[in-house]
């Protein structure tokens, strides 16, 4: 076998030993997994019918009534189960992420780190789904406010973070005492099979023989399957605000609740001020890691005009001591994209820069390391152009960056916030006064905004997500588990009269 970590995370049943091409990917009944590293086909997977989507609610649905008995710290205690699972398995999954997707090893093995610590916080949480006690206005009475879990709650996930993303959502969702439905990108379905594999081995180790999490494999119609179906009782959807717009508008004709996390086109404002060193290896990450495949991806630098030649001179030093390759290989900064669409809609790009009016700091163009001429490589780019221009509204995949000067910090942050996401900002500075402004009310109108660090990433801790086209959604740490879960709203009357609030009077 061509990959020992597949049979390792127990996922080697689903490969077929019969090769073909990555033009076959999309079949009517099956899914291939390809490698963009290399083009090779990983595997080809059977589609989900609609019948069988069915039997699995119905399944999940009787799940879900014996799950939300099951006590919320012993909930967490699977959780906190699958955590060591995931530490014994986070090389073999770390890879299978990096061979799947594409990211470098480091990085496979970080998405692995974060879905350890997303569970450890929820092993923390399952003990703490706290409500309140509320003073009533009338007499012999209280209040208390209780959180329920919600049922069946949907998770679309896109290619980039093929396993953290779900996680943020699973863990979370299954301490909260919901049960999970998991449509993965079809780019990434043998990381969703592995995920999925290593939580049943916990269930079987704990005797519970009813399934709390599954997974269908599909495109866009199995999403939408699960955007229109009311027994999905929260979706959480991950991907471009294409995607958002389409699910938000088929899950609002019903009434029902999403958690959307969409496309971002995050800027980091660099002031005189700056440690320039600080700067430019954050800015340099954050454009190019990942190959610009980051939601939190750093695509503008704002940079004042009296650092501006200097700093455009280091980035331009700096991107030329890159390395392209096989992100398998440690000595590469730069991996593939995920496919031949995504290369093709670079070029459109770097073809609207120019028809805008953009100038190339660095140029950009298709690469074929040895070896590897059916992976998908492009250069990565610095093009220097308006804040207006068209092209810097939209995000592009792809390690594409906009360059501009700004002269007031005023005007800096009216940059920072006049595209239509709202995901990750960043400001590069050691004056206090602007970088108060930054985080102030005034500032940066994004969900994440950071000091002196880049753009890119973001820890569990906090609550993830961002505003505008990015969606509003908001998951991981902080309060964000609240999402899963229906507030109830309690009063108790311990006296011998029925009181009526505000005061009314009604005697018969
Ligand atoms: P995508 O929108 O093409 O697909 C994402 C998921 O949605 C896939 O599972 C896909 O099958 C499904 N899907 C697509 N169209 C659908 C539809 N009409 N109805 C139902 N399901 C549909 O995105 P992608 O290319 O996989 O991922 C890249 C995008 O995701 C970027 O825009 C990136 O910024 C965004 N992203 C956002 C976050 C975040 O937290 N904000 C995180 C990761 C990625």
Redesign the pocket.
């Known amino acids: 076998m061509k990959h020992s970590f597949f049979q390792n995370l127990g996922i080697d049943n689903h490969l077929s030993k019969t090769a073909s091409s990555p033009d076959d990917r999309r079949k009517t009944d099956y899914l291939s997994s390809v490698s963009p590293i290399d083009g090779d086909v990983l595997a080809h997977l059977p589609v989900t019918s609609r019948p069988e989507y069915d039997h699995t609610i119905t399944k999940l649905n009787s799940s879900f009534a014996q799950w939300r008995v099951f006590p919320s710290p012993k909930r967490g205690e699977i959780i906190r189960q699958y955590g060591l699972k995931l530490r014994k398995h986070k090389i073999d999954l770390g890879r299978l992420v990096s061979v799947e997707m594409g990211k470098s090893l480091q990085e496979g093995q970080g998405e692995v780190q974060e879905m350890i610590d997303i569970c450890d916080f929820a092993v923390g949480l399952s003990r703490q789904l706290y409500g309140k006690t509320i003073a009533s206005e009338r007499p012999q009475h209280h209040m208390l406010e209780r959180w329920h879990p919600l049922g069946i709650v949907g998770i679309?996930?896109?290619?980039?973070?093929p396993v953290a993303?779900w996680s943020w959502n699973a863990m979370i969702a299954l301490v909260c005492g919901n049960v999970c439905l998991w449509?993965?990108?079809?780019k990434t379905l043998l990381c969703a099979l592995a995920c999925q594999q290593l939580l049943q081995e916990v269930l079987d180790e704990n005797n519970i023989n009813y399934p709390i999490s599954a997974v269908i494999t599909g495109?866009?119609e199995a999403?939408?399957w699960l955007?229109a179906d009311p027994n999905i009782r929260l979706l959480s959807?991950?991907?471009?605000a294409?995607?958002g717009r389409?699910?938000a508008s088929r899950v609002g004709e019903r009434l029902g609740k999403v958690l959307l996390?969409?496309?971002?086109n995050n800027a980091m404002i660099i002031t005189p001020s700056a440690n320039q060193e600080l700067a430019l290896t954050a800015a340099v990450f954050g454009a190019v890691g990942t190959a610009g495949q980051r939601?939190t991806s750093t695509r503008r630098l704002i940079i004042h005009r009296s650092i501006y030649k200097d700093f455009t001179e280091k980035l331009k030093n700096a991107y030329a001591q890159l390395r392209i390759g096989n992100p398998l290989d440690k000595s590469m900064h730069i991996g593939p994209l995920i496919d031949r669409e995504a290369v093709s809609s670079y070029h459109k790009t770097l073809d609207a820069i120019l028809q805008q009016g953009g100038q190339f700091l660095v140029e950009g163009g298709t690469i074929n390391p040895p070896g590897l001429e059916k992976g998908f490589y492009v250069k990565p780019v610095i093009a220097e152009i308006s804040p207006e221009a068209e092209v810097v509204q939209n995000?592009t995949?792809a390690p594409i960056l906009y360059v501009m000067k700004y002269d007031t910090i005023e005007e800096a942050i009216r940059y920072q916030n006049s595209v239509n996401q709202g995901?990750s900002s960043a400001i590069m500075t050691t004056d206090v006064q602007e970088s108060e402004r930054f985080i102030s009310v005034e500032g940066s109108d994004c969900g994440i905004a950071n000091v002196n660090i880049g753009t890119s990433g973001a820890e569990i801790g906090g609550a993830?997500?961002?505003e505008k086209e990015?969606g509003g959604g908001r998951e991981s740490g902080s309060d964000a588990w609240k999402t899963y879960m229906r507030r109830q709203t309690i009063t108790i009357n311990f006296g011998d009269s029925v009181p009526l609030a505000q005061g009314i009077k009604f005697d018969i």
Request: proline share 3%.
């Open positions: 679309i996930s896109a290619f980039n973070f993303v449509k993965p990108s079809e495109g866009k999403g939408q955007a959807a991950t991907g471009s294409t995607m389409n699910v996390e969409l496309s971002g939601c995000e995949f995901l993830f997500g961002g990015t």
